[in-house]
């Protein structure tokens, strides 16, 4: 089964190559601080974005590690500036990697948020099932998003809009004044700071020549529970589009800006595929996939001695 994006919502909306205030989608091609200076001050409600990690991916040159931070302090100073008083940053990292050693961006990068006077709410584990295996090392299963805000108390936070099943909905209190009655919240839990979602390899539905790109899942939750319906969502390193597609998707207005011509293209198409609801993606409520016991994906034929898995038993 294929996601699409609902039509509905899609239907009002229109996809710009620049800023625009009437567009609920747009695709800048060019420099992200460019772009980012033809915004209103204080108009995004949430910034979303995954940078390169300096580690030579063909869309970024490989630089000394504090070049590359340089280059990201310019970055959010600059986003900082066009975001709202009660607005968020979801900025999400994996590792910088040099000989075999590990440094965790999300580290190195906090102190240039705190110098801004922003506050880490949350240091939200994103955790996926594949990837790359390692031979020196525990293979890599996880990421980071840091969600900041500015130091106020006010900021927008949507607990209920991405509450999740409880694991025992029918766990009631065993004493005190609510002595059986139901102990979890009634329309669910809340998902914590670990968050499992399936990153885009292979053949996941949303796959692009794109070699680190982002699921749509992961950004429809930030998207959910940190801005308001019809707020403003803002990736100044759009790749192929996927925050944009999730605000459409989710009756936001999106904005991106992509260097690359290609990915720009790339994030055009889909992001017209989401305005008429026709986007292949998959959906944030869809369950991790988990094959059935006695399935021939769990058992090796040399350990079924009696050949019951073997193919047209």
Known sequence: MIASANSEVATHTELATGYDSSASAVIFEGNNLAFIETLPVE?????????????????ETRTDLDEYLAVQQQLIESVVRVL?????????????VENGRIVPLDIVM????????????????????????SRKRFSGRYETVMWLTRDVGDYYFDLDAVRIPQKYPGKRHYKGPKAGEYSGHPIGKNPSDVWE??????????????QCQFPIALVQRLIRALTPEG??????????????????IEGRTGWGSELDP??????????????????????????????????PLTVRID???????????
Do not use: M
């Open 43 to 59: 108009a995004v409600d949430l910034v979303v974005t995954s940078p390169p990690y300096n580690i030579g991916k063909d869309y």
């Open 197 to 210: 979602i399936p990153n885009v390899k292979a053949n996941h539905v949303e796959k692009t020549e794109h």
């Open 231 to 248: 707020g403003v969502v803002f990736d100044p390193y759009l790749g192929v589009g996927s925050a944009v597609c999730a605000a459409v």
């Open 110 to 133: 906090f102190p240039l948020f705190a110098e801004l006077g922003l506050v880490l709410r949350n240091r939200i584990v994103w955790t996926f099932g594949h990837g790359l295996h």
């Open 262 to 295: 290609r990915y720009a293209q790339i994030a055009r198409d889909r992001v017209a595929q989401a305005i008429e609801g026709c986007l292949p993606y998959r959906p944030l409520e869809r369950p991790i996939y988990s094959p059935q016991p006695g399935s």
């Open 303 to 313: 350990e079924d001695p009696d050949c019951s898995l073997r193919e047209g038993q």
């Open 84 to 96: 709202t008083p009660t607005g968020s940053i979801a900025w999400q990292v994996g590792n910088w």
